[in-house]
């Protein structure tokens, strides 16, 4: 009630708690975090899953987290009050439309981001390190360095004679002729007797292509498939 009675003058919104919105210190946090949040997804995310259409998503989470986490640690804050504004954050979800756990994980990370920038109390140095490691563990955990990595797509597929353990070898080489990836396993989902047909989730490397068909009149792919 008693802040409720203080008049909004310019001067008591610039300065109330201390607080300073375009100090030094504000600018350069949410420079460090707009840098750190750019390269995780613009150099990273993007360059990996070619999608654009969640940059406003991870951009204005990280943005929206940092100006309130920012605002609210210039007065007195318990840990857990702290911890539970993060997890409110970090457990928002999106009704209308489905998010993979991958998009969820990097929604996290930017989330992090945001949060640490804006609460870290160790200094420039200490958060841009933190930032820094972030973005290392990302890029080596993405990147093919230790193990491969492996994609999925989910698709129907009208074959439902293919799905018998044993033409497996003819269900891949089918898949890799019609979408030209180098399919090296398959997961079934349901199955529709009716409509003959299967949903399935094909699974093949990153960075990884089929060799280009001989100069023959089938290629050995082709081949396999006739044969049947």
Not at 58 to 81: D, E, H, K, P, R
Not at 157 to 173: C, M, N, Q, S, V
Not at 189 to 200: A, P, R
Request: aromatic fraction near 14%.
């Amino acid at each position: 009630m008693i802040f409720l009675q203080i008049p909004a003058t310019p001067e008591t919104i610039l300065h109330f708690g201390g607080l300073d919105t375009f100090s030094t210190d504000f600018l350069v946090r949410i420079a460090l975090d707009v840098l750190a949040v750019g390269l995780l997804i613009r150099l990273v995310y993007y360059r990996i899953y070619r999608r654009s259409d969640l940059f406003l998503t991870f951009f204005g989470f990280n943005f929206v987290i940092f100006l309130i986490t920012y605002l609210l640690n210039q007065v007195q804050m318990s840990i857990g009050a702290a911890f539970g504004l993060f997890a409110v954050f970090s457990m928002l979800r999106y009704r209308t439309q489905g998010i993979s756990a991958k998009d969820m994980t990097y929604l996290f990370m930017v989330i992090s981001i945001g949060l640490i920038s804006a609460i870290s109390q160790g200094g420039w140095f200490a958060l841009v390190c933190i930032n820094g490691l972030i973005l290392i563990s990302v890029q080596l955990l993405e990147g093919n360095y230790f193990f491969k990595r492996e994609l999925s797509k989910a698709i129907n597929y009208d074959r439902i004679d293919h799905i018998r353990p044993e033409k497996l070898p003819i269900l891949l080489a089918e898949l890799q002729l019609r979408t030209g990836l180098p399919v090296h396993r398959v997961d079934m989902q349901s199955i529709d007797f009716v409509k003959g047909s299967v949903q399935l989730v094909m699974y093949y490397y990153a960075n990884q292509t089929i060799h280009a068909p001989s100069s023959s009149p089938k290629s050995k792919i082709q081949q396999t498939i006739t044969a049947e």
